[in-house]
Structure formats: C-alpha cells, structure tokens
C-alpha cells in the first residue's frame, strides 16, 4: 500500500470517529453536574450550659519513662591477611 491509501484509512478512521461520538451524545446525553448542598447546622445553643467542677490534672503522662539506652564497646579485631 502507497501512502495515499494510509491516509484515506486515517481520515475514514477519524471521521467514524466524530460520527460515533456524536452519536453517543445524542443518545446518551451527559448528566449536569450539581454542586453539593450542603445545610448549615446551627452552632448556637439557647441556654447556659451547666458547669461542672473537673478535678486537677495528673502530669504523670508528660514525664517519659526512662528508656534503656544501648553502650557499645569496641574491640580491636586482628588484621586480615589476603592470599
């Protein structure tokens, strides 16, 4: 085949390509895109809240516990002899 004939099959390719499409879209329309509603909740409670007396705070969560801590020692290897 020469190049004319490749180019008649790309162009005869393409045009099904813009029928097809056209008619998806004529039988399958796209849905509207709606944006999400969203109902406002209200953040103001008529009447006082009662008030409740808390104990004091215990701080024992702040202190770590002590951790081990890991010592290495180093000791001197003998040198290697290669063949």
Same mark, same amino acid.
């Given at each position: ?13 393409? #045009? ?6 056209? %008619?998806?879209? %004529? ?6 895109? $709606? !944006?999400? $509603?969203? #109902? ?22 702040? $202190?770590?516990? !002590? ?7 180093? $000791? #001197? ?5 290669? !063949?």
């Amino acid at each position: 085949m020469n190049l004319r004939n490749w180019s008649i099959i790309v162009v005869l390719i393409l #045009a099904n390509y813009l029928v097809f499409s056209t %008619l998806a879209v %004529l039988v399958f329309p796209p849905k509207p895109v $709606t !944006p999400p $509603t969203h #109902a406002a909740q209200s953040t103001f409670t008529p009447g006082a809240q009662p008030l409740q007396r808390v104990d004091s705070l215990t701080y024992d969560f702040l $202190t770590p516990s !002590p951790t081990a801590t890991i010592t290495g020692t180093l $000791t #001197a290897a003998p040198p290697t002899r290669r !063949p």
